[in-house]
């Protein structure tokens, strides 16, 4: 735990770099100097001042670049020729199609809805209807309709603040209903669940999302809803306050799960930045007691779930690294020793699965680039087989009573497609465009041998034309953390970058899922400093084996892989010429202070533990910034309306290596005040935001074209 804390106040090298005023702090044993404390204070109007300017300055040298509007265009073209975007879509049991689309004319997305995936196309919502938002920039983030398709729930946000205000609205009649539920977040935490009688619904309610609330995500509630009344009225079914006999601590989120109109029992678990959670249950007709029991424990690693009557199914990783799946009671629950229905295999991992009335159904993968799709039926394990090989396999039903599966498959350089499979018949009913944009791109997957004798999966595309002579531009990146696997998917930064003519790589580093739960303990806590070393070594594959050079490379990555990255550089500074971190976590022995940090202590440790402690000081790229040290070019983006990750981070970051760096190499920051952690973003800002990524690294990386 921190002692205590003196500030003393010491003269800047130089004109041209923020003045430090140090803070001891005293940790255990041990101090730790923190030059920069007071960039935490984004109130302060020499604060304010400053990164005004840094943005300022960013923004000047990235305009210098002439091309950059070129990939902006490009974007522009890209989005022209698709016509249009479709996104989140929903398909009901009963055949009806709700989905966001964007015109390649628009800049935001607008709800509508089919009665049939042939059927005609109504629009239900224009997000510039709310509150007249035209000039608002309000974004459609989540929707969920009733059971019989009467009603929706839209969810709508704004700046990039995920935090949502929900309406209601009448399917058939357009019509607005009068109440309006504040401070929400369905789109990221918990949903939305209709009651079996569509009367309401239940909702995760933030009480405390006001602007810079300290305990903005603490004591969430679960609340249920009923149409037609103010959201005072609303009432409290599920949280640490309400279920004192539960083990609900102040920074779960405690969120409920109602999969069908049938089911018979609601879910309530306690989620948030862990890989798994305790589970509760309760009778639908008992919704509003407090006669919650336990269903499983965190210990019993349980990752997904669905209900079937009295029973439950269940993919887990207890005994089981690479996942098995199994069945059990909900009255009677015992995991541990559950009936197994798809046995742990030791060469793929289990990556996701779906009952139909058809079977059990389920996706395998190897370093979650090879995926393989299979039906459980009577003890038998029969592959289905598409119609090529996939990298990325998702599924989804509407439960045992309905025959129909939905696959949708993904690829690095391929647009996303969808099936509809039923009674062993395989057919399109993809809703977007799914037209080749790649032509001669090689995707080849590796694996580098790691510090410490572990294979890395390392995803490398290039033209097919490409020669490893060492000069080829590179960008890298990767992510490691909360077990999340960096899946195939076509994404326009790494699509612009190919155009390019550069080589792109994905760095499959431990924290991550791709080789089971192991491979995510491995970059856990304690064992966090194989995220950058499995990093550092892909990186070091690369220029050994003649793709690039260090002077050729650049990397990449946001959020949790600000650690990644950010402690890339801090070790191998001489390894790479760019570095690219979006709202970075960089300062992580002072993540614990933000309203978000206590809630990511189930994932990268508290300082309340000692040896967390020092597992926090060591991912902490802040911390491990050098003076004299020559550090690649970096550029740190940033939104003030950010709810995951403070602002600060990335400031004091830059801040202290604009202090300590004797190259040449910029060190830019760019903070969006209308903007957040890049999740809900208008087109302009997606496009803008890419641009300057792509510049930033091509201009460091030496493209001839990208020079100024």
């Not at 790691?450 to 000069?471: A, C, T, W």
């Not at 997606?686 to 510049?695: D, H, K, Q, S, V």
């Amino acid at each position: 735990m921190i002692l205590n804390c003196i500030v003393i106040p010491i003269n800047a090298q130089n004109s041209t770099v923020l003045i430090p005023e140090v803070v001891i702090d005293q940790y255990y044993n041990q101090k730790i100097e923190d030059p920069y404390r007071h960039l935490e204070d984004l109130s302060n109007p020499e604060v304010k001042s400053w990164i005004e300017t840094q943005s300022k300055t960013a923004q000047y040298f990235l305009n210098n670049i002439e091309k950059k509007q070129f990939l902006i265009d490009k974007q522009i073209e890209l989005d022209t020729k698709n016509k249009f975007v479709i996104s989140k879509l929903k398909v009901t049991h009963d055949e009806y199609h709700y989905y966001l689309k964007r015109l390649a004319t628009e800049n935001v997305a607008k709800l509508y809805y089919k009665t049939s995936f042939n059927g005609k196309e109504h629009l239900l919502y224009d997000p510039i209807w709310f509150n007249n938002s035209e000039t608002k920039n309000f974004i459609i983030n989540y929707f969920q309709p009733d059971w019989k398709n009467s009603k929706i729930a839209i969810s709508l946000t704004e700046k990039g603040k995920e935090i949502s205000q929900i309406i209601i609205l009448n399917i058939h009649t357009n019509q607005v209903l009068s109440e309006v539920l504040e401070n929400t977040w369905p789109s990221d935490v918990g949903g939305l669940q209709w009651l079996p009688d569509d009367s309401g619904f239940i909702y995760v309610h933030f009480p405390n999302a006001t602007a810079n609330s300290k305990n903005f995500l603490l004591n969430t509630s679960a609340l249920q809803h009923k149409i037609g009344e103010s959201q005072k009225n609303d009432t409290t079914i599920f949280s640490k306050q309400f279920c004192q006999h539960l083990n609900i601590k102040e920074e779960d989120f405690p969120t409920i799960n109602i999969e069908s109109q049938s089911n018979k029992y609601l879910i309530g678990t306690t989620s948030g930045a862990n890989a798994y959670s305790n589970a509760y249950y309760l009778p639908i007709n008992e919704i509003g007691s407090k006669n919650w029991k336990p269903l499983f424990l965190k210990q019993e690693l349980i990752k997904e779930y669905t209900i079937i009557g009295d029973s439950i199914v269940f993919k887990t990783s207890y005994n089981a690294p690479n996942f098995k799946i199994g069945i059990t009671s909900i009255k009677n629950p015992n995991f541990k020793q559950a009936k197994t229905l798809v046995p742990e295999s030791k060469d793929y991992v289990i990556t996701d699965f779906t009952v139909t009335a058809e079977g059990l159904y389920y996706v395998t993968s190897k370093n979650s680039v090879q995926a393989k799709l299979y039906k459980y039926t009577s003890k038998r394990h029969e592959e289905i087989i598409l119609p090529k090989i996939y990298g990325n396999i998702e599924l989804s039903s509407h439960g045992q009573s309905n025959p129909k599966l939905w696959i949708t498959v993904k690829g690095w350089t391929t647009n996303s497609e969808r099936y509809e499979y039923t009674n062993n018949v395989l057919t399109p009913k993809n809703v977007h465009n799914t037209s080749n944009i790649l032509n001669n791109i090689v995707v080849e997957e590796v694996e580098v041998t790691g510090h410490d004798g572990q294979k890395i999966p390392l995803s490398i595309f290039y033209h097919r034309d490409m020669v490893k002579n060492g000069e080829n531009q590179v960008l890298i990146d990767g992510y490691g953390a909360y077990g999340v696997s960096m899946k195939p998917t076509l994404k326009t930064h790494r699509l612009l970058w190919l155009l390019e003519g550069g080589v792109y790589a994905v760095a499959h580093v431990r924290g991550g899922g791709e080789k089971g739960s192991d491979w995510h303990k491995g970059g856990y806590k304690a064992f966090k400093s194989n995220t950058w070393k499995d990093f550092i070594s892909c990186a070091e594959y690369l220029t050994s084996n003649q793709y690039t050079s260090p002077k050729k490379m650049a990397i990449l990555s946001g959020s949790a892989g600000g650690i990644l990255i950010g402690r890339a550089i801090t070790e191998r500074p001489d390894l790479f010429a760019a570095a690219i971190i979006e709202f970075g976590l960089l300062n992580m022995l002072r993540f614990e202070t933000h309203n978000n940090g206590a809630n990511n202590t189930k994932e990268f440790g508290s300082l309340k533990d000692p040896e967390e402690f020092k597992a926090l000081l060591e991912m902490d790229a802040y911390h491990h910034v050098k003076q004299n040290e020559k550090y690649p070019a970096v550029l740190l983006t940033a939104g003030l309306n950010d709810p995951r990750v403070p602002v600060w981070f990335s400031t004091k970051f830059i801040a202290k290596l604009q202090m300590y760096d004797v190259s040449n190499n910029p060190k830019l920051l760019l903070v969006d005040s209308d903007s957040g952690h890049g999740i809900d973003d208008t087109k302009t800002k997606i496009f803008e935001r890419y641009a300057n990524i792509i510049a930033f690294a091509f201009k460091q990386t030496g493209h001839p074209e990208y020079q100024f």
